[in-house]
């Protein structure tokens, strides 16, 4: 597929997904999250990717949902077309790690974007919200859920229910985001941590990337059942059995993905 609102970029192993509608601050309309949802499908399948960066502008990483495309939309359109839930659905099936590494304004849809990748690292200019209330509804992919998950009800009630805006400092004091940087820095850092993802075992990754969101599914002792049920089963991997031994023989291991 080519693509129009989206710049997808592979290097050394990491996909870098750029959201490009400079017009719209990224809004994401219904060609920008298919066309998200073709590259991180494709990103998946390409066996040079281990890794992948989901970015915005230094302006705004994307605030929100079109607005201009839903305001004439009925409850029957948005319900028998199920808004959102099949290119949500399908970035939610992507195994590799995405970092999302967000400057400027995440809002809305913005800022569930972010929130359905791994880890989000965040310049300190950036801007989270869930300002759908100002525009008479709510937040309807994560912003209710996921965000509640990550930054406790108390917060998650102020910024759904205010529509204020939290900068970074407040995000990484909440438990929303995992790292600020200058914003110069940004793309240097996200890649960074991408690389260092990538030189894993992508056994290894997966298996982590599915064990830390199944905690957001099941109890604490089926949790730590699945956890431990797919540890042990990394020992039938030929990358445990390397990674140990270069441990053990004081050298750096060479992961081959069995
Ligand atoms: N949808 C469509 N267009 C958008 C947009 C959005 N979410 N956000 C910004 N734009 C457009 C503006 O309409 C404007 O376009 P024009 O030049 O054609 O008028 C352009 O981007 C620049 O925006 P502003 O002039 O408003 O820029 P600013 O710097 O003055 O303000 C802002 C920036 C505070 C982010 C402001 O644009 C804003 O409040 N945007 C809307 C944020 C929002 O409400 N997001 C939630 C959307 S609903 C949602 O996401 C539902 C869900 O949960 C899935």
Request: proline share 2%; hydrophobic share 45%.
């Amino acid at each position: 597929m080519a693509y129009e609102t989206i710049i997808v970029e592979v290097e050394d192993h990491v996909a870098l997904v750029k959201l490009n509608r400079p017009d719209a601050l990224n809004a994401l309309n219904a060609q920008l999250l298919t066309e998200l949802a073709d590259a991180l499908t494709a990103a998946q399948a390409n066996e040079k990717v281990r890794c992948i960066v989901l970015t915005g502008s230094e302006k705004a990483f994307a605030a929100g949902a079109d607005i201009k495309m839903m305001s004439e939309k009925s409850f029957v359109d948005v319900f028998m077309e199920d808004l959102f839930t099949p290119e949500t659905d399908q970035i939610l099936r992507v195994r590799k790690p995405i970092i999302a590494a967000v400057s400027g304004y995440a809002l809305g849809g913005g800022c569930e974007l972010a929130m359905m990748c791994d880890f989000i690292i965040a310049s300190d200019t950036a801007k989270f919200g869930q300002p759908e209330i100002n525009l008479g509804v709510m937040a309807g992919i994560g912003g209710t859920q996921r965000l509640t998950r990550a930054i406790g009800k108390a917060k998650a009630m102020d910024m759904n229910l205010t529509g204020r805006f939290m900068g970074a400092e407040e995000a990484e004091r909440a438990g929303l985001i995992s790292r600020i940087v200058p914003v110069k820095k940004l793309m240097e850092e996200a890649l960074g941590a991408a690389a260092k993802i990538a030189e894993k075992s992508m056994i290894t990754t997966a298996a982590i990337k599915e064990s830390v969101n199944r905690s957001f599914e099941v109890t604490l002792a089926e949790g730590l059942l699945f956890e431990r049920r797919v540890f042990h089963s990394l020992f039938a991997t030929e990358d445990q059995k390397e990674g140990m031994s270069a441990f053990v023989d004081k050298r750096t291991p060479q992961f081959r993905d069995r």
